[in-house]
C-alpha cells in the first residue's frame, strides 16, 4: 500500500500541471478550454521535434517551448477567443472544441499515429529505494515542479499587481475596467501564462511516456476530474485534487490493470453527487 501510496501521489503530479492550466483559464475567464488536452499533446510533440533539431537534448527544448507557447496563447486569446467572450460559454466551446479537432487531425496529417516520446537519457529509468519501494527519480522531479508551479501561481495571484488584475476582470468585469483595467489584455496575459504550464505539462509527459495524436481528450478528462474534485478557482485545490485522483487510479491499478481509470471516473461522479464545489472551492 506505501508503494501504491507514493506512486499514486507521483502520478498525480503529473495530473496537476494537466489541470493548473484549465483552473486558471477558467478561475480568470470562466472559460472551459477544450481543446485543453489537445495543446498538451502538441506541446509534447513540439517538444519532440525540438530535441530531434538539437540533436535529442529534452531540456533544452522545454526552454524553447514554453515561451513559444506563451506567445501563441497570448495571440490565440487576443485575436479569437476574446471575439467569443461573453454571457453565452456556446460560442467560446464551440471555437475550441474546433481547435480540438484541427489539432488532432493535423497531427494525424503531419505527424502520422504513431507515439512519440522525449529521449532522456538515463533519466527516465532512473530510481532510488524508499523502504521496500522504488521511487523513479522523473516523476519525483516532476512532482516538484508541480509543488512549484502551484506554489507560483497562489504567489501571482495573491501577491503581485498582475494577480490583482486577474482577480478584477473575473470578480467583476465592468468594474475592473471602470477602474482603468484592460479586460481583453488582462486575458490574454492570463491565457498565456496558461498555455506556458501547458507546454511544461506535454513536455513532461513525453519525457516521462509517450504523446499520440488522439491522446488529447484522455488529457482532458484528467484535468476536468481534477479541478473538478479538488475546486474550482483554487489552485491548491487543484492540486489536492490530482494528487487524490492518481491515488485512486493507483488503488484500481493494483485490483486490475483495466479499473485504474474506471475508479478515477468513480470518484469524480461520487464527488459530484456529494460535495460538487470540490473539496476546497475558492468562491462561493
Known amino acids: 500500500m506505501l508503494d501504491t501510496l ?6 498525480g503530479g503529473l495530473y496537476a500541471l494537466f489541470a493548473l492550466g484549465l483552473s486558471l483559464m477558467f478561475g480568470v475567464m470562466r472559460l472551459t478550454n477544450i481543446a485543453h488536452g489537445d495543446f498538451i499533446v ?4 513540439a517538444g519532440v521535434l525540438v530535441a530531434g533539431a538539437l540533436g535529442g537534448q529534452a531540456w533544452p527544448a522545454a526552454l524553447l517551448v514554453i515561451p513559444i507557447a506563451f506567445g501563441l496563447g497570448w495571440l490565440l486569446q487576443r485575436h479569437l477567443l476574446n471575439r467569443t467572450y461573453g454571457r453565452d460559454p456556446l460560442p467560446s466551446l464551440v471555437v475550441t472544441f474546433g481547435l480540438s479537432i484541427v489539432v488532432q487531425n493535423a497531427l494525424l496529417e503531419f505527424l502520422s499515429a504513431d507515439p512519440r516520446s522525449l529521449p532522456t537519457g538515463g533519466l527516465s529509468t532512473a530510481s532510488f529505494a524508499l523502504g521496500q519501494t ?3 527519480v522523473l516523476p519525483l522531479a516532476i512532482f516538484c515542479v508541480a509543488l512549484g508551479c502551484t506554489a507560483a501561481l497562489q504567489w501571482l495571484f495573491a501577491r503581485t499587481a498582475v494577480g490583482r488584475a486577474f482577480r478584477a476582470v473575473s470578480d467583476d468585469r465592468s468594474i475592473a475596467e471602470l477602474m482603468g483595467l484592460d479586460s481583453m489584455r488582462v486575458y490574454a496575459l492570463a491565457t498565456a501564462v496558461a498555455f506556458a504550464l501547458i507546454a511544461l505539462a506535454g513536455v513532461l509527459q513525453a519525457m516521462r511516456t509517450t ?7 484522455q488529457l482532458l478528462i484528467y484535468a476536468f476530474e481534477a479541478v473538478i474534485i479538488g475546486g474550482m478557482g483554487s489552485f491548491w485545490g ?3 485534487g490530482a494528487l487524490v485522483l492518481g491515488v485512486v487510479q493507483q488503488i484500481g491499478f493494483r485490483f486490475d490493470p483495466g479499473w485504474g481509470i474506471w475508479f478515477g471516473h468513480l470518484v469524480f461522479l461520487a464527488m459530484l453527487v456529494v460535495r460538487p464545489q470540490g473539496l476546497f472551492p475558492k468562491t462561493r
Open 238 to 240: 487543484t492540486l489536492i
Open 42 to 45: 502538441l506541446a509534447g510533440f
Open 6 to 11: 507514493i506512486q499514486g501521489l507521483l502520478l
Open 211 to 217: 504523446v499520440a495524436p488522439t491522446d488529447g481528450p
Open 134 to 136: 522504488q521511487v523513479g
